[in-house]
């Protein structure tokens, strides 16, 4: 009798293993900043909203700090589903997708205001479409922010103070070729880049006034300027055929908890900004506030119309559309 019911028990746990196996998911989720980060908030908030609203049934597994690689590297990883997530800054994306390369047109958003009316709107979703073509499904936009130059060379106050500086950019096609176009001396690298700055390797690097903060880069770049160059948005990502291979409720909630992680995060970028331009000073920074952003616009407004917009019809038709 006890080796029946023992037997019987045993098929028992077995069945109750299989079915809460059939439930259960993880999610790989990577990013390549630290704890802290406008993309790490982001990650953060996602985990706690799936995981409260599945009950514990899907759980999100955050991979950070590059453990994973580069964005490059993580975006290709998210094309094999060996990871199914990521938060990747648009810079590197548009290796992947070209039309994405237009929401990092200099210059092209006036306002925060303007970049949520803008990227939460049609031409947003349109760009989220596009990314489709890659085997990327786009969720939603978060941000960095508006990137801002700092240097260690001396203040630049209009873009002919740009001239030779070696500025380390996004491995982007777009960002190397603005700064050519400004007169640097631009050098693509993944992220982080903090011991280059200390060893000198580069003279400067362009972000958010937020990254600059939460990396401490203060502690090896003293001059910065308010440029506002360029809007740096993240795009929230899942593999394609992963994702549509879901359940459909259970890829409403992922989408709707993932717009609610990315607009949680603008909010924290927008209401820390002051206090963390603040911040920088207290630090040391020589900030110039109010730089000649005339004479950047001037140069680069030139990239309109070379190749890398206008090589492929289906970038330009997006550009016109956004300006
Ligand atoms: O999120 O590579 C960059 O300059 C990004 O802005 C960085 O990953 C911080």
Known sequence: MRRVIRAVSLALLAVCLTASAAFAMEIKLGIVTTPGSAQYIVAEKFKELVEERSKGDITVSIFHSASLGNETEILQQIQMNAVNMGVITLGP???????????????LFKSYDHVSKILDGPLGKEVLKDIEKAGFKGLAFSENGFRNLSNNVRPVHSVEDVDGLKIR??????????????????????????????????????????????????EVQ??????????????????????????????KMLSDSMYEAAVNERNWNRENEAGFLAELEKEGMIIDKNPDKASFRAKAVELKNMELFTKDPSTAALLDKFL
């Open 222 to 251: 003293k001059y910065l300027s308010l440029t506002g160059h360029v809007y740096s948005a993240h795009i929230d990502v899942a593999n394609l055929g992963w994702f549509n291979g879901l359940d459909p409720e259970v890829q």
């Open 93 to 107: 994306f548009d290796a992947f997708v070209p039309e994405v390369k237009v929401v990092n047109f200099p210059f």
């Open 169 to 218: 950019v996004m491995e982007s096609a777009l960002h190397k070729e603005l700064w050519r176009v400004l007169g640097a001396n631009p050098t693509p690298m993944g992220w982080p880049i903090y011991s280059e700055l200390e060893q000198g390797v580069i003279d400067g690097q362009e972000n958010p006034v937020s990254v600059i903060k939460v990396f401490k880069l203060y």
